[in-house]
């Protein structure tokens, strides 16, 4: 049995309590069946000019013979999900009993807007549903020709811009960190062939935070001020994995990584040697920072993406870290510092205890 982070460490600064929420992620029978299967995807683009309140969203559709549509549409609306369910209710009409709507777990309030006006909502873009299986790939399309047509007009600014949510009249200012974690935990004792995961954390008041966790037990977090695109820092956790391997003995490597728009980039990057800057939020220096990263391994490496929360245990743990290295950095070092080497050592162990298990004669039956 593996222990519980949050149930076992000794202070109570980092206890990371998840909000609850009445949005079953596990579609019922009832849902699976049902004959109309839709999904919806909503973001902002505040990297182009003029763009910095503009919410995006697209719908897709899969009929019951299969038949995909998508459906478009943008609002300078501060809270535009009034919106967004009228045009959902013009395009299902009839079919609205018949419908099971995906939303990805990030745009939990719309999945809430949803349910409580009576459709079958499920957080997560599960893949039985057949529009969610293909509405990344037309959210990636739209996102690119935005993209392209802003560069046209000369709309990309230069440096992405964070957005202010419901048009407060004050921009909001990062508040100061008491402290920038930093943790660099490395023996590089694994096998020839390495798992890494890698994710970032973020939040409003301007600190942010990357993590990496290796299989065998190597890890590295750093915390500090952070205002940016997220897709930029999910990018950067992707190159601190990249430096780690640099140090490493590893002939092969496979690198996890959660975020869309980081994944995009790096697909990008890796087949082309091309990139168009402003896309997804990132900047061209940072992808020049990992082209550098990339050519400077000389183990052969994999990165791909994965849904988040879907028990990828060095992406979970990842996540984990990101989170309380983030959480700690905002209280004072003397209090939060002990919390933080314990919490990290408690993940080390339980990292080992998996691996001793993976390595018994019953692991693979």
């Not at 092969?252 to 990584?257: E, G």
Request: charged fraction near 25%; proline fraction near 5%.
């Amino acid at each position: 049995m593996y222990m519980s982070l949050n149930a076992v460490a000794a202070g109570d600064l980092l206890i990371r309590t998840l909000p609850e929420t009445t949005i079953p992620r596990v579609p019922d029978a009832v849902m699976i069946a049902k004959p109309m299967h839709a999904s919806i995807i909503s973001w902002t683009m505040p990297e182009i000019v003029g763009d910095d309140f503009m919410v995006y969203w697209l719908i897709s559709i899969s009929s019951e013979d299969g038949t995909l549509s998508s459906h478009m549409s943008a609002s300078e609306e501060p809270r535009p999900l009034p919106i967004m369910l009228r045009e959902l209710e013009q395009l299902l009409g009839q079919y609205r009993e018949e419908t099971w709507i995906c939303v990805p777990k990030r745009n939990g309030n719309i999945a809430r807007r949803f349910a409580d006006s009576g459709y079958a909502v499920t957080r997560g873009l599960n893949q039985i549903n057949r529009a969610a299986r293909e509405i990344e790939r037309l959210v990636c399309d739209a996102k690119l020709s935005l993209t392209q047509r802003a560069r046209q007009r000369h709309r990309l600014q230069e440096s992405p811009a964070r957005r202010v949510s419901d048009r407060s009249l004050e921009v909001a200012k990062p508040q100061a960190l008491a402290w920038h974690p930093e943790y660099w935990s490395t023996s590089y004792e694994h096998p020839e062939h390495v798992v890494i995961g890698v994710d970032a954390s973020s939040d409003p008041a301007g600190a942010g935070s990357i993590a990496m966790v290796a299989a065998g037990g190597d890890l590295v977090v750093y915390a500090g001020e952070f205002t940016g695109h997220m897709g930029a820092l999910e990018l950067r956790a992707v190159i601190l994995a990249l430096e780690y391997l640099q140090g490493s003995q590893a002939v092969s490597a496979v690198i996890h990584t959660d975020s869309e728009d980081a994944y995009c980039v790096i697909e990008e990057l890796t087949t082309t040697g091309r990139y168009i800057d402003g896309y997804r939020g990132i900047e061209e220096d940072l992808c020049l920072e990992f082209l550098a990263a990339w050519n400077a391994c000389l183990a052969k490496i994999t990165i791909t993406r994965h849904r988040g929360h879907t028990g990828l245990i060095y992406n979970e743990m990842a996540d984990e870290l990101a989170w309380i290295a983030r959480v700690a950095s905002k209280h004072p070092r003397e209090s939060a510092e002990p919390e933080l080497v314990e919490r990290i050592k408690l993940l080390q162990i339980q990292l080992k205890e998996r691996n001793q298990l993976a390595q018994q004669p019953w692991a693979g039956q």
